[in-house]
């Protein structure tokens, strides 16, 4: 099966390479890029532990001078993949949740307490999720700098264009909300609209499905958990032959 990855370097080729591993052809169109911000020194002062919700915000951690003494407190990763990273960063208390913000908090509110610090959320400058509110209606103070920006394409490069209008693109991995809005957006300003409509999509979530309502009925497959692994999984048994 010809599938398209579309999320940003660096995970898009890793992806790209363990689906082609399973024997896929697969392109790389990554329809978000990131922009790192320069927010100055991190302040960890008074801070018990940190959160992030995305390895983007792991990787604005690593260019900061705050790094060496923010991986001495403990972070809850939201899944099993920035959970991985954190530890690469050299974190060693690492608290993993199962895969959406949502849940991250509830085991934030079930290990930490609100008189013992604030909580520091490695953030982008889009939340998909109101982390921050769902914290703070259980009194904890939650400092959530943005760290990085997503920017999402402008067009489809010409390569993938004329494999969508082909028909050569059977199948697409969509990782967010953002890509997948973004991947409706252009498609139909591209005109390829029905063309889409004839790609499987594998999304890692429901919200991420909604993302695609603009391309009307389209085939949709989601992931049983919000993690890339389930994803990866999903694809292998619709593609089984």
């Not at 599938?3 to 363990?18: G, K, M, N």
């Not at 082609?20 to 911000?37: I, K, Y």
């Not at 608290?95 to 079930?110: D, F, I, K, M």
């Not at 989601?222 to 089984?240: C, G, H, M, S, Y």
Request: overall charge negative; charged content about 25%; glycine content about 10%.
């Amino acid at each position: 099966m010809h599938l398209l990855v579309t999320r940003a370097p660096p995970d898009a080729e890793r992806q790209a390479d363990e689906l082609r591993a399973r024997g896929h052809e697969v392109s790389v169109e990554p329809l978000l890029g990131v922009e790192f911000l320069d927010t100055g020194r991190l302040p960890l002062k008074g801070v018990q532990a940190l959160i992030a919700t995305s390895r983007n915000g792991l990787r604005a951690l690593a260019r900061n001078e705050a790094l060496g003494r923010a991986a001495r407190r403990p972070l809850f990763a939201v899944g099993p993949a920035t959970a991985a990273m954190a530890a690469a960063l050299g974190f060693s208390d690492i608290r993993q949740g199962e895969g959406t913000a949502s849940a991250l908090a509830e085991l934030v509110v079930e290990a930490c307490k609100p008189e013992e610090g604030a909580l520091l959320h490695l953030a982008g400058e889009r939340l998909a999720a109101d982390l921050r509110g769902q914290l703070e209606t259980h009194g904890f103070s939650v400092d959530q700098p943005r760290l990085y920006r997503t920017i999402p394409a402008s067009a489809l490069s010409g390569g993938i264009r004329e494999a969508v209008a082909s028909g050569d693109i059977e199948g697409v991995l969509v990782m967010s909300p953002l890509t997948a809005r973004t991947w409706a957006d252009l498609l139909i300003g591209a005109g390829l609209r029905e063309a889409g409509q004839g790609i499987r999509h594998f999304c890692l979530s429901q919200a991420v499905a909604d993302g695609l309502a603009g391309l009307g009925a389209v085939a949709i497959d989601i992931a049983e958990t919000p993690r890339e692994d389930d994803l990866l999984a999903l694809v292998a048994r619709k593609t089984a032959h």
